[in-house]
């Protein structure tokens, strides 16, 4: 069997059109271990009571899941910036990231996509090239694109737009024991970034316990975050 998508539409975390309503942005990756006719037997309960009334589905992944691929004990640093990022977890699960340092990269340093069950532990993310504006361009850790049940654990981010953000992901990750600083917000210095952000349409159900940083929230930019 294998990989599932519940929502009511496939996932797209840029689908900025409808992410200021809310409507169409909650979604969690899943995966079926059997099905008997139209009844599918999933992993993991789902995190979100969906309803068909409003246009739920499931639907499978567009590629297919990379599982059980994992990344250690590596340093990566870039002082250009043609690279828009350095580890994309792209439809993975039951992945890892662990004891790796990236520093200066034009874009998001590390990014969960369409997962579950992944793992980003005892890492340092730092610094930007290019800017510290707002847009993606400087993104420590984007969880995103309805992944969920996955562990982010003992790391730290500092010197970035923003050092980690959740966006429209699928609930029961958990966001532990990290230090998340000096959050900076390039086209406006004298605002207070968030070092740990709820952002775009429709975060739920995560766990947020024990991190160190002066400042944690949800921001209102796509309005239901």
């Given at each position: 069997f294998g990989d599932i998508n519940f929502?009511?539409?496939?996932?797209s975390s840029s689908n900025y059109s409808n992410a200021y309503t809310g409507a169409q942005n909650i979604g969690q990756v899943d995966l079926v271990t059997a099905i008997n006719g139209?009844?599918?037997?999933?992993q993991d309960p789902l995190n979100w009571p969906f309803q068909t009334a409003l246009s739920a589905r499931a639907v499978p992944l567009a590629h297919k899941q990379?599982?059980?691929?994992?990344?250690?004990?590596?340093?990566?640093?870039d002082n250009t910036t043609t690279h828009s990022g350095y580890v994309w977890f792209n439809r993975a699960s039951y992945s890892w990231l662990l004891n790796v340092e990236t520093a200066m990269v034009g874009g998001i340093h590390i990014t969960l996509d369409?997962?579950?069950h992944n793992v980003v532990e005892n890492s340092i993310v730092h610094h930007a090239e290019g800017g510290y504006t707002q847009g993606g361009g400087a993104y420590g850790v984007s969880v995103?694109?309805?992944?969920?049940?996955?562990?982010?654990?003992?790391?730290i981010l500092y010197y970035l737009n923003k050092p980690f953000v959740?966006?429209?992901d699928g609930g029961n990750n958990v966001v532990g024991y990290n230090y998340a600083d000096d959050a900076q917000l390039g086209s406006d210095t004298s605002w207070q970034e968030l070092d740990i952000d709820v952002h775009l349409a429709q975060p739920h159900?995560?766990?947020?316990?024990?991190?160190y940083a002066p400042h944690i929230g949800a921001s209102n930019t796509w309005r239901s975050a």
């Open positions: 929502a009511s539409t496939q996932p139209s009844v599918l037997t999933l990379v599982m059980y691929a994992g990344v250690e004990d590596l340093t990566m640093k369409g997962g579950t995103q694109e309805y992944t969920s049940y996955s562990l982010f654990d003992n790391n959740l966006r429209c159900m995560d766990l947020f316990e024990g991190n």
